[in-house]
């Protein structure tokens, strides 16, 4: 039993796609756009990459906003989209649409616990009514030829752990893949994610991989989460946004290589310059400068840049601004030699919502 779809102990078989490596990218509403996954593919180790989750009768209706949350291009690859919905229809066809917009994969969310997708049956709310959410992931796989997978929750709450069950079912159904996010709705991003949950998961399918989800931030995290529970490989989120060189270091701790020192100050300012330049690249000066202030404050956290740097990156309006900016901090760091350490670990906290998940 469990996860057996790994190939030759790094490459991945996600239904008819072979994902070269079994460290992916989980989707980030907001962060995982293709500016971010382009940086990230890069500096090598990625396998497979999700966008933003986006809304399956949003996608059906062209809206631009939802346009530009999938936007991919050739090197971007593996690449899979991540819808939300409850209206079967609407869900099958967004899929077939994508299949036809050239994606490699389509990924159904039943994790997300905001209030805004859950209210409308999508997301986490789909681990309340089996009959109907089976039926809907299948008429999606049957609908296509690429590959789909599924990620989920361990369930609604602690009282309803629901994913051993729906695993099993969608694999019968056909899916590719799951994605398994080691805490329940009620949780939302809070405590920590269950081990032994994810293992349970594992343990319930007999052929398709499942990928575990949740506080992957180094690669400790890494092999705890492989040995703990025979996952098939990681989708890692905001370990991502704090350390960027995860995948490639996961790589080579794969291969039985020394997975090398964390990443110093310059490499990290010409990582923040070259996303910045691709955002501005793929959305124009205004929407790119707008998108990497959502992202400025995690460069912060390593570049540490200080408060009034700091205050002035997540307010940048330009490209010039933003360059000069990126030289300014530069010169501060070359004038304080000595004052900037690497993190490690568990040097950084990474930021989850805040108050009730309903709110974020």
């Known amino acids: 039993m469990g996860s057996t779809r ?212 180094t690669l400790a995290d890494a092999q705890r989460m492989l040995e703990t529970t025979g996952c098939a490989g990681l989708a890692i989120g905001r370990g991502a946004l704090l350390n960027p060189w995860l995948f490639s270091q996961l790589a080579r701790w794969q291969a039985g290589d020394d997975p090398g020192p964390a990443a110093g100050f310059d490499a990290r300012l010409d990582l923040m310059r070259r996303h910045y330049r691709k955002l501005v690249e793929y959305r124009g000066p205004h929407f790119g400068s707008l998108n990497f202030r959502k992202v400025a404050n995690w460069y912060c956290r390593t570049l540490k840049p200080g408060h009034e740097l700091q205050q002035l990156l997540i307010r940048v309006s330009t490209p010039a601004e933003f360059e000069d900016l990126a030289d300014r901090i530069a010169l501060s760091h070359r004038a304080r030699p000595g004052a900037w350490l690497p993190l490690r670990g568990g040097d950084a906290s990474i930021p989850v919502p805040r108050g009730p998940i309903s709110h974020w």
């Open 6 to 217: 790994v190939l030759d102990g790094a490459a991945l078989q996600w239904g008819s796609l072979r994902v070269a490596s079994r460290f992916c990218l989980a989707p980030l509403a907001g962060y995982t756009n293709l500016a971010f996954r382009l940086v990230l593919r890069e500096l090598g180790g990625l396998g497979l990459a999700t966008t933003d989750l986006v809304n399956a009768r949003a996608l059906l209706i062209r809206s631009r906003k939802t346009l530009e949350l999938i936007q991919t291009c050739p090197e971007d690859r593996p690449v899979a989209v991540q819808i939300f919905g409850a209206v079967p229809e609407e869900m099958r066809d967004a899929a077939v649409w994508l299949q036809e917009y050239g994606v490699s994969a389509v990924d159904i969310n039943m994790g997300c616990p905001v209030h805004k997708v859950v209210r409308g049956g999508g997301g986490s709310a789909m681990l309340c009514d089996a009959a109907k959410t089976v039926a809907l992931v299948r008429g999606v796989v049957e609908a296509v030829r690429i590959p789909v997978s599924v990620k989920m929750r361990l369930g609604w709450d602690d009282t309803s752990w629901s994913a051993p069950f729906f695993a099993r079912e969608f694999e019968q159904a056909g899916v590719a893949g799951l994605t398994i996010h080691g805490r329940t709705r009620a949780q939302g991003f809070g405590g920590t994610v269950h081990l032994p949950g994810i293992r349970a998961v594992v343990e319930a399918v007999t052929r398709i991989p499942v990928l575990g989800n949740g506080d992957v931030r």
